[in-house]
């Protein structure tokens, strides 16, 4: 799955699974707000980025909203 999110102030696509309730995200990559032009993702931007912000450093990212490490996972092919 994938999801807008704020990592270290800047506007991302976050790449993530779900396990037993847990968040376990694959990767980002930064975006411009400029690219999503229609009203519908400029809504999901919006409310995505209220549930998703987090701080990137050394393959850890720090969840702002729950305060919580959550390390970087390879994805599963």
Same mark, same amino acid.
């Given at each position: 799955?994938?999801?807008?999110?704020?990592?270290?102030?800047?506007?991302? #696509? $976050?790449?993530?699974?779900? !396990?037993?309730? =847990?968040?376990?995200?694959?990767?980002?990559? &930064?975006?411009? +707000?400029?690219?999503?032009?229609?009203?519908?993702?400029?809504? #999901? $931007?919006?409310?995505?980025? !209220?549930?998703? =912000?987090?701080?990137?450093?050394?393959?850890? &990212?720090?969840? +702002?909203?729950?305060?919580?490490?959550?390390?970087?996972?390879?994805?599963?092919?």
């Amino acid at each position: 799955m994938w999801s807008f999110a704020i990592i270290n102030n800047r506007l991302t #696509e $976050i790449f993530f699974t779900k !396990k037993r309730g =847990k968040l376990l995200i694959n990767g980002h990559c &930064y975006v411009e +707000k400029s690219e999503y032009k229609t009203k519908k993702e400029q809504k #999901e $931007i919006k409310e995505d980025i !209220k549930k998703y =912000k987090f701080t990137y450093r050394n393959k850890i &990212y720090r969840d +702002k909203i729950k305060n919580i490490k959550i390390s970087l996972t390879p994805f599963d092919w």
